[in-house]
């Protein structure tokens, strides 16, 4: 193809796609999601047309997999938090406005009347604007399944057009980058889904062996907050340990400090990430944080997944310029 012919497409093909980011910004988050998720579900379409299924067949059986497997840890999350939000609610208020905390012979007065107002409030709104999305969440969802399927059908095509607009000296860079991405995309899930998997399974009898009223929602949280990065499932850990301290059990939230934050805050990741970081991206816990932190600040949640991986192709890039400026002085 000629260059000023490349170059012509090549243009049209950045113009369309503004046009359409601006015509599909309602549902931009939806069809980054499943781009990144077709992305990543490559290698197992490619294992189950291997088994014999042609294409079509192929990628329907993976589509509606994926499908499954993040439904239904999501409908059992929220259908929880629904039945136990009344018990929730009761538990919050329950709380006292305040605590003494003796510290040295000094008792210093903690007010919590502020934050389990807050909180109150916050589960409130939270329940509401999920019980007034669902229809909003059912078609987003089924988007989500048609993007996925047809992805899968087409990426060949797609990845070949990629291709074609790249020269070809380049395509090396392109094999690095979607690489890394692959890397990146699997670390965000596959090992935290593992992971939060595993946090859940051990946290149920850690917190049904302190004592705990709703075990298995407070694990099911806990599992979730494995995709918060750094922080994660300390955060209920730290709070379980400070509602033990505001009613004078003092042994008792020294016991959820030590016990659940060794279980449930810390094990999962030496059990889980030693097994499966071969796969993962090679880049630094602080830096996959700013790239959290950050993409969530910027562009919400959908940032949880671009910030990270913009962060992933950057290291990359910079790796490959460090290469290049390698072999020039070399």
Do not use: N
């Not at 197992?44 to 509606?64: F, H, K, Q, S």
């Not at 929730?88 to 389990?116: C, E, H, K, N, Q």
């Not at 007034?132 to 047809?150: A, E």
């Amino acid at each position: 193809m000629p260059y000023a012919r490349r170059t012509v497409l090549i243009a049209l093909l950045a113009l369309i796609a503004s046009l359409a980011l601006v015509v599909l910004a309602g549902v931009l988050g939806t069809v980054v999601f499943a781009t990144t998720v077709a992305y990543l579900l490559a290698p197992v379409y490619y294992r189950i047309e291997d088994r014999g299924l042609d294409p079509w067949w192929a990628a329907a059986t993976t589509a509606v997999g994926a499908a499954v497997v993040s439904l239904v840890p999501a409908t059992a999350f929220v259908y929880l938090l629904y039945v136990r939000s009344s018990g929730v609610l009761a538990f919050i208020r329950a709380l006292p406005d305040s605590f003494g905390l003796s510290i040295a012979g000094v008792v210093y007065t903690i007010d919590v009347s502020t934050l389990t107002a807050t909180v109150e409030g916050v589960l409130r709104d939270i329940t509401l604007s999920v019980l007034g999305s669902l229809p909003v969440l059912g078609i987003k969802f089924t988007l989500f399944g048609v993007l996925v399927f047809g992805l899968l059908v087409a990426h060949e095509d797609a990845e070949s057009a990629v291709l074609a607009a790249v020269p070809l000296r380049y395509h090396d860079v392109v094999a690095a980058l979607s690489d890394r991405a692959r890397e990146t995309l699997y670390a965000i899930y596959v090992l935290q889904a593992a992971t939060a998997a595993v946090t859940a399974a051990i946290a149920v009898p850690v917190f049904w062996l302190l004592g705990f009223t709703y075990p298995v929602t407070l694990a099911l949280v806990c599992g979730v907050l494995q995709f918060l990065p750094v922080v994660g499932p300390s955060l209920v850990v730290l709070g379980l340990a400070l509602y033990r301290l505001s009613v004078g059990d003092v042994t008792g939230a020294i016991a959820v400090l030590v016990v659940a934050g060794t279980l449930v805050a810390w094990l999962p990741d030496p059990l889980v990430r030693p097994r499966l970081s071969r796969h993962t991206a090679r880049i630094p816990g602080s830096l996959y944080f700013v790239g959290f932190t950050g993409g969530l600040l910027t562009v919400g949640a959908l940032g949880v997944i671009v910030g990270p991986l913009a962060v992933a192709l950057l290291v990359e890039t910079v790796s490959l310029l460090a290469d290049e400026e390698g072999k020039h002085r070399g």
